[in-house]
């Protein structure tokens, strides 16, 4: 009878140990564990940033870039391929300015003396030139951080279809009666050039459902200076140089012949992060 008791409380200590094996770790055990988890990753990204080697395997970048004849706004997905190439995909918007254009206001004065100033706007200009892009290519790391506050250099890459997009600039003018808005046509020219009854620019309201798309592509290159302190974070400054080519050329100004070809010089600012 004795030997049957201790076999079942054997049993039983057995059955509860085995229970209490595979009873889930407190949350506090959990929290603790994802913490230093953490920790490892970020110590793992100090040590490799120390020594110059990239600790990510993909990165998404927004960019303001100021370029010789206008500006643009890009955004970039990248994929670790090895660990200094990584291939890149970019979508990008901006507006071209042609060389000739010069920003002016009209004004009159009150009867007060005070001066009324219009709405800025370019004399002599035909089209406003917006340019859509859509590229792929590659970045390499050709200089790593040599410690937290080294900067990294990247080689940027990149081609791809550029559509060239013409939105017909109409200015308001003075008229017998009151104003009127136009866009220059041969039927309007004189109109159009005569400087003393400019009262301005019309800015974004107009032209939208007249512009015309041309087709095109582009390549670009430049380097990247990356001087953020973590890996997974991107601040830089890219300079470049590119090209865009159309199928057919853009006016830009009255009486100025159009163009295929356009060369472009840049600078941006460049803020991301990476994973």
């Known amino acids: 009878m004795l030997k049957q008791i201790a076999l079942s409380l054997s049993f039983s200590l057995i059955v509860l140990l085995a229970t209490a094996q595979r ?4 949350k506090a055990d959990s929290k603790q564990s994802e913490k230093l988890e953490k920790r490892n990753r970020i110590n793992a990204m100090i040590r490799n940033e120390e020594e110059g080697i ?14 010789h004849d206008g500006y643009g706004i890009l955004f970039e997905k990248g994929k670790m391929k ?26 009159e004065f009150t009867n007060s003396g005070f001066a009324i100033f219009g709405r800025p706007f ?5 089209n406003i030139f917006y340019q859509l892009k859509l590229g792929v290519g590659q970045q390499r790391l050709i200089g790593g951080k040599g410690n937290k ?22 200015m308001e003018f003075s008229a017998p009666g009151g104003t009127e808005k136009i866009k220059f046509t041969e039927a309007k020219r004189s109109t159009f050039l005569s400087a003393d009854r400019i009262i301005g620019g019309t800015g974004l309201q107009r032209g939208w459902n007249e512009m015309k798309f041309t087709p095109g592509a582009y390549a670009k290159g430049g380097l990247r200076f990356d001087w953020a302190r973590f890996n997974q974070v991107v601040s830089a400054i890219e300079v470049g140089f590119g ?26 600012l460049v803020f991301g992060n990476r994973k």
């Open 54 to 67: 990239p600790a990510f395997a993909k990165h998404a970048n927004f960019s303001f870039k100021s370029n």
């Open 149 to 170: 506050n080294g900067v990294a250099v990247y080689a940027i890459a990149v081609a791809g279809f550029s559509a060239g997009l013409a939105r017909p600039y109409y």
């Open 122 to 126: 370019v004399f002599g200009k035909q």
């Open 82 to 107: 090895t660990p200094y190439k990584s291939s890149i995909f970019q979508f990008e918007f901006g507006e071209k300015h042609h060389p000739k254009e010069e920003k002016q206001s009209s004004s």
């Open 23 to 26: 009873q889930p770790a407190p």
């Open 243 to 268: 090209f865009d080519y159309y199928a057919q050329k853009i006016v830009q100004m009255v009486d100025n012949p159009g163009k295929s070809f356009f060369p472009t010089g840049s600078i941006g």
